[in-house]
């Protein structure tokens, strides 16, 4: 990792507004299985207006799935969400599909249509959800291309594009509809380091001009500390801490650090445990022979 005094100087040379009074996301007690297999363990969490959110963790500790369901997209064992001042739970199908309207993805591979123009691929949401002509259409795609630095490209189509334009593409489809919220599934992943530190300015950028809210979900430990108002982070299904980048930087906490200078952990297991896997036992810790 580098150096924490670092870090912190280059946040310091940017100014950052204020987040919002109020919450667009609150998780309460959330818990999730796959089958048998708990994933996430009573997560609880808010999301503040105007903030970067940046969810972290290691390969299998749930972060992505908790993503699913703050974008509405996964069924829920037990807690409580409210997006948007919604209780998931409680509103009609067509509140929550009023919801959804109010919330954009950027995918991690971009998912733009192969047979599609950049424009058309960007109008998508526009044609599917709203009743503009298509000037409107046209029009808001254009002005939305300019917020991502990609003016005059609609045209082309996306195997024409380099990696780092179709996500900035991708970016333009996800707030063609200004939405009050955006997730980012590892927006930096398979970029070379400079344009990887383009799409966090464009990140930050979007926020400071649109005002929104942004989950960003990434294993990027410098993109994290550059873009981040507060970072959650998870292992095994549960959260770790959340806190400030300051606050994550100074953490005692040896799975913190752990994660932050990429270090493996020690993993013990009690033997009964361990022996109970391997017969297939429902109760770790009883192994019957």
């Known amino acids: 990792m580098r150096n924490p005094a670092n870090i912190l100087e280059e946040r310091a040379t940017r100014e950052r507004p204020t987040t919002g009074p109020g919450n667009v996301i609150e998780v309460e007690d959330l818990v999730t299985h796959y089958g048998d297999r708990m994933i996430l363990k009573g997560v609880s969490l808010e ?30 064992t037990s807690g409580t969400m409210r997006i948007l001042d919604h209780d998931i739970d409680q509103i009609t199908r067509q509140e929550f599909l009023d919801v959804r309207k109010k919330l954009g993805v950027a995918f991690q591979s971009g998912a733009l249509f192969s047979s599609m123009t950049v424009g058309e691929n960007i109008m998508l949401p526009l044609y599917e959800h709203t009743e503009l002509d298509a000037l409107t259409m046209e029009i808001m795609a254009r002005i939305k291309l300019e917020v991502v630095e990609l003016s005059g490209f609609e045209d082309l189509m996306p195997s024409e594009l380099s990696g780092g334009m ?124």
């Not at 972290?56 to 069924?75: P, V, Y």
């Not at 430990?221 to 292992?235: C, G, P, V, Y």
């Not at 013990?268 to 361990?274: G, K």
Request: charged residues 25%; aromatic residues 2%; hydrophobic residues 45%.
């Open 47 to 76: 999301v503040h207006e105007n903030e970067i959110m940046v969810i972290m963790g290691g390969s299998g500790s749930g972060k992505s799935t908790l993503l699913r369901h703050l974008m509405a997209l996964e069924e829920k």
């Open 166 to 289: 179709i996500k900035r593409a991708a970016f333009a489809r996800a707030i063609v509809m200004d939405p009050k919220v955006l997730f980012c599934d590892e927006p930096s992943a398979g970029l070379d380091p400079v344009v990887a530190s383009a799409l966090d300015d464009l990140i930050l950028d979007m926020r400071d001009a649109m005002g929104m809210s942004i989950v960003v979900v990434t294993h990027e430990l410098d993109s994290a500390f550059k873009i981040a108002d507060r970072i959650t982070i998870l292992d095994r299904g549960e959260i770790l801490m959340i806190g400030t980048v300051e606050e994550v930087l100074v953490s005692k906490s040896p799975r913190v650090q752990a994660l932050l200078n990429r270090t493996p952990e020690e993993d013990t297991m009690d033997p009964d445990e361990y022996l109970s896997r391997l017969v297939g036992e429902t109760n770790p810790g009883i192994a019957h022979l």
